[in-house]
């Protein structure tokens, strides 16, 4: 998504101040701004079914998590490719203490589950090349959330750049996440994408 230079001013965009034009960029725009592959890519503010899901997601697991995990949102993690990358998940599993720690970039072998729900807009390129990211940052565990098709998977055993065990499922069946969670994640409640809100019309999803 491309944003005019004015939407960050000064400095400009080059290898080794990414990270400083991200955060500036969040700033000015409130998109939603992470760096792969030495490149700035930029996400639209999610609309209320997509954060809808991750309400539901969080409110799931804040009661059964172990005591030294917590689920976070708007927590990034480096990518080990380039110094400059980092995704930010829609919602992720550190140690507990990472609600005290200064950072906002995590190393994402302390993380024990990612989640990325699929926006309206996005391909399936986009969606294969994010299963890539996290794989190549060795992830143990990705969740894949999709309501525009109802549909969900969840991604274990990265190496080599690729998840090798992807376990697909549909919204309605429980999701079960792997050690060291180890419990299921409902999803018969998960809304669905319904028509733009633009367009003045909802569904009863």
């Known amino acids: 998504m491309a944003v005019s230079p ?3 001013m000064y400095p400009r965009p080059r290898p080794g101040n990414l990270r400083e034009v991200a955060e500036k960029i969040e700033d000015a725009t409130g998109l939603r701004v992470q760096i792969v592959g030495g490149k700035l890519v930029m996400s639209p503010t999610p609309r209320g079914k997509h954060a809808g899901v991750v309400w ?3 409110r799931q697991l804040d009661p059964v998590l172990p005591d030294e995990w917590r689920a976070f949102e708007v927590s ?11 995704v ?19 190393a994402p072998e302390h993380a024990a589950l990612a989640v990325e729900v699929i926006s309206s807009s996005e ?24 309501p525009r098709k109802g549909t969900w998977a969840l991604h274990t055993r990265p190496d080599n750049g690729a ?9 309605g069946e429980s999701v079960p996440l792997p050690s060291p969670l180890g419990f299921e ?21």
């Open 163 to 171: 998840y090798q065990d992807v376990l697909p499922g549909k919204f």
């Open 76 to 86: 990034s993690i480096a990518l080990p490719e380039d110094p400059d990358d980092y």
């Open 88 to 106: 930010t998940p829609d919602l992720i599993v550190l140690p507990s203490e990472w609600a005290e720690d200064d950072d906002w970039i995590a």
């Open 185 to 205: 994640v409902a999803t018969d409640r998960f809304p669905l994408y319904g028509d733009s809100p633009r367009a003045g019309r909802r569904t009863g999803a």
């Open 6 to 8: 004015g939407a960050w």
């Open 56 to 58: 539901q997601l969080r």
């Open 123 to 146: 391909k399936s390129r986009d969606i294969r090349d994010k299963a890539d990211w996290y794989a190549v940052a060795r992830v143990p565990v990705l969740l894949v959330v999709d």
